[in-house]
């Protein structure tokens, strides 16, 4: 501004030299922006002689003087010189003029004309929508045109329109009539604006656009929450005429042609309770989503009419409490998706979080484009809960779980979705989605949420369990070895197995087997050798052959921690009956005593030193399993006899599978309130003297 003569460049506006007047423009649109050059500009009479070029120049002067007027608008200045022959000029620019810097300029103007609430007319009640309406009415193609260039290749044209679409849509919002904003709205879905921003929202030029996309994410919620406030009454003809189709998609007796539609048609007693609704009363039933509810259950019915008869009545031929209610479901997956894209929350919440992003992951966060396809998520989230209720045998007392599986469903698949997936692909995931998949999520979703509710106290519960499933598996697998087992005792190669190669070498049959079983008092393991294995199992008092457990040092295998297991003991890795694997082996060593140091071995016991000290060290018993469960069973069995850790897949699976088990089933029967998450109410203390104590959730304090 020290450099330029305010004076001079209002004169060179008026100038009878288009080039003149060309660059006077570009200089002024460079420093317009300073609010104290703006007021020297005001006085000096520039503001005329800009309203001048703005209503007859054209080119590259008229694009810098509409540059400039934006400008000094968004200061708040100079309104008085916007008159409706200028919005008539400048919405005309917008559908009539190609160039592009004379639309961006032009549509700048419009925007802050929709957008200032302080001075738009000298009209009072007059709002920057109604505004235009007049010079809208005269170009009918103003709308059109404007959506059409949000998929401008220019993004400064693409911003530029789309911010000018929000500030109607919010000036439409707030201030017009009641039935006019719904219609207004309505224009721009069926012109496609949904589909070109959802466009946007997906492509690499989501940066450059990050405000306006941000700001219609953000519009796109108000209109949400303000469906979803509206009450559902009767007396309003668009509820009425909603309800009315419903019931009327529904029916399978139409009336006849010509009929009277109000005429003689019986109506079905439970009209409204065959299509999911608990009472005859639906209006009712939308409380908890209004207006948005009734919107999304009619989309719903009318996008697939005969699918709704065909699921209605084959809902009808289920006895009543299996039926699933898809009206209530409806209004439980509009709930869902009200609370996933947390619609409730003001928009402020968008631009904070944009302005904070620092990485690009959470800059594709900010973005929820599949917000903008509400209605085929939603119709997608009650055709996958219809689904889930099918799959389970769900009866009406199992809704909520029904529910919470469709909410985490919803959280999976639509909360995961990158911002490049397409609507197209969620639906299929919403509807293919796999049941038991989704149980496990919900099972680590609770046990989340119950670790972050009670910390420690989870901690401690887990580890008890863990315990007892411990001591549960030990219990198991020693009543393995007091039921007995065979294992194959000396092995030869079969000659019907054809010639020894690195393939069969290990493939043999065995000569003599060995029947191992575990005394009653569990000191003993008796054993004896057979010739061949027999049906029943030997007696213990025919099993000559001991064991004694006291001595038992060392209990060692090959059997790897990671071996597969079979579905039961029973099974062995064969290839033929009768040929067995031997690459298995349990070996139990220990100290043989002998009669000179009995007397020392004993002490070595009552002293608590270890046994066999100067001894050597022996194998007692080798065993040879033919199944790996029959391998886990034995040598963890064995271990935990010997109170040792187990240390094979099997057994710690079995553990773990266990105390999982007793985790879940805690957590499914016990409320946020049985552990302190509310604060308790504890007993009066009339009446009382000094000798008592509380109970608060089932732990005795005394007092």
């Known amino acids: 501004m020290d450099n330029l003569n305010v004076a001079e460049l209002v004169e060179r506006l008026g100038s009878d030299d288009e080039s003149v007047r060309k660059m006077a423009a570009f200089r002024l649109q460079g420093a317009i922006g300073d609010p104290s050059f703006a007021d020297v500009f005001i006085h000096e009479g520039g503001l005329p002689k800009l309203r001048f070029l703005a209503l007859h120049s054209t080119g590259n002067t008229l694009a810098y003087g509409l540059t400039s007027l934006s400008r000094l608008l968004e200061l708040d200045k100079g309104w008085d010189h916007v008159t409706d022959d200028l919005i008539t000029r400048i919405v005309e620019l917008v559908v009539a003029q190609p160039l592009v810097n004379v639309n961006r300029g032009a549509m700048s103007v419009l925007a802050a004309i929709v957008g200032n609430p302080s001075h738009r007319s000298s009209q009072p009640g007059c709002t920057g929508f109604q505004r235009l309406k007049p010079?809208?009415?005269?170009?009918?193609?103003?709308?059109?045109?404007?959506?059409?260039?949000?998929?401008?290749?220019?993004?400064?044209?693409?911003?530029?329109?789309?911010?000018l679409i929000n500030s109607l849509m919010r000036d439409a919002i707030a201030n017009d009539a009641e039935f006019e904003w719904p219609r207004f709205i309505k224009q721009l879905q069926e012109l496609g604006v949904i589909k070109s921003v959802y466009g946007l929202m997906q492509s690499s030029a989501v940066q450059d656009l990050a405000h306006p996309l941000l700001e219609f994410q953000s519009l796109t919620k108000v209109l949400l929450r303000k469906w979803r406030e509206e009450r559902v009454d009767l007396e309003k003809p668009d509820h009425r005429r909603a309800l009315r189709g419903l019931h009327t998609a529904s029916s399978r007796d139409k009336p006849p042609a010509g009929s009277d539609p109000k005429g003689s048609v019986k109506h079905h007693p439970e009209k409204w309770r065959r299509l999911g609704f608990d009472t005859e009363t639906p209006a009712w039933e939308f409380g908890a989503t209004g207006f948005l509810g009734l919107m999304d259950l009619t989309d719903f019915v009318y996008k697939n009419e005969d699918g709704f008869q065909k699921l209605l009545l084959e809902q009808s031929s289920e006895p009543a409490e299996q039926r699933c209610p898809v009206a209530k479901a409806s209004l439980a997956i509009t709930s869902i998706l009200y609370e996933h894209f947390e619609v409730d929350k003001s928009e402020e919440v968008d631009v904070n979080r944009y302005i904070s992003l620092e990485s690009r992951t959470n800059f594709d966060r900010a973005f929820k484009p599949l917000l903008l396809?509400?209605?085929?998520?939603?119709?997608?989230?009650?055709?996958?809960?219809?689904?889930?209720?099918?799959?389970?045998?769900?009866?009406?007392?199992?809704?909520?779980?029904?529910?919470?599986?469709?909410?985490?469903?919803?959280?999976?698949?639509?909360?995961?979705?990158?911002?490049?997936?397409?609507?197209?692909?969620?639906?299929?995931?919403?509807?293919?989605?796999?049941?038991?998949?989704?149980?496990?999520?919900?099972?680590?979703?609770?046990?989340?949420?119950?670790?972050?509710?009670?910390?420690?106290?989870?901690?401690?519960?887990?580890?008890?369990?863990?315990?007892?499933?411990?001591?549960?598996?030990?219990?198991?697998?020693?009543?393995?070895?007091?039921?007995?087992?065979?294992?194959?005792?000396?092995?030869n190669y079969s000659s019907d197995l054809g010639p020894i190669t690195s393939k069969t070498l290990d493939r043999t049959v065995p000569t003599s087997w060995r029947f191992v079983r575990l005394s009653h008092n569990r000191r003993y393991l008796h054993f004896a050798d057979f010739e061949d294995r027999t049906e029943a199992e030997p007696r213990l008092d025919t099993l000559q052959e001991k064991v004694d457990l006291s001595i038992v040092s060392s209990v060692v295998s090959n059997v790897s921690a990671s071996a597969p297991s079979t579905s039961s003991s029973d099974s062995t890795v064969t290839t033929r009956p009768g040929h067995?694997?031997?690459?298995?082996?349990?070996?139990?060593?220990?100290?043989?005593?002998?009669?000179?140091?009995?007397?020392?071995?004993?002490?070595?016991?009552?002293?608590?030193?270890?046994?066999?000290?100067?001894?050597?060290?022996?194998?007692?018993?080798?065993?040879?399993?033919?199944?790996?469960?029959?391998?886990?069973?034995?040598?963890?069995?064995?271990?935990?006899?010997?109170?040792?850790?187990?240390?094979?897949?099997?057994?710690?699976?079995?553990?773990?599978?266990?105390?999982?088990?007793?985790?879940?089933?805690?957590?499914?029967?016990?409320?946020?309130?049985?552990?302190?998450?509310?604060?308790?109410?504890?007993?009066?203390?009339?009446?009382?003297?000094?000798?008592?104590?509380?109970?608060?959730?089932g732990m005795d304090s005394g007092v």
């Open 373 to 491: 396809h509400w209605s085929r998520l939603h119709t997608s989230g009650l055709n996958a809960f219809i689904r889930l209720w099918k799959v389970a045998g769900a009866h009406a007392d199992d809704f909520q779980k029904i529910e919470e599986l469709a909410r985490i469903l919803m959280e999976q698949v639509v909360g995961q979705a990158p911002r490049t997936k397409e609507i197209k692909e969620v639906e299929e995931e919403l509807v293919d989605f796999d049941i038991q998949r989704l149980r496990e999520l919900q099972m680590e979703l609770l046990e989340l949420t119950y670790e972050d509710a009670w910390g420690h106290h989870l901690r401690q519960v887990r580890d008890e369990l863990n315990h007892e499933a411990l001591q549960f598996v030990k219990e198991q697998r020693i009543r393995c070895l007091l039921q007995g087992a065979w294992f194959p005792q000396t092995m």
């Open 135 to 163: 010079a809208v009415e005269l170009y009918p193609q103003f709308l059109p045109t404007l959506v059409e260039k949000i998929t401008s290749a220019d993004h400064a044209l693409c911003a530029n329109s789309l911010q």
């Open 580 to 697: 067995a694997s031997t690459t298995t082996k349990i070996t139990i060593h220990g100290y043989l005593p002998t009669p000179a140091d009995s007397h020392a071995r004993q002490a070595s016991e009552v002293s608590g030193t270890g046994n066999g000290r100067g001894q050597k060290e022996v194998v007692l018993l080798q065993l040879h399993p033919q199944s790996h469960v029959l391998a886990s069973e034995w040598l963890d069995g064995l271990l935990m006899l010997l109170n040792q850790q187990p240390i094979t897949a099997d057994t710690n699976k079995l553990v773990n599978l266990i105390g999982g088990y007793g985790l879940k089933i805690r957590l499914l029967n016990v409320r946020f309130e049985d552990v302190g998450m509310e604060e308790p109410v504890l007993p009066s203390r009339e009446g009382l003297d000094d000798d008592y104590y509380y109970d608060i959730g």
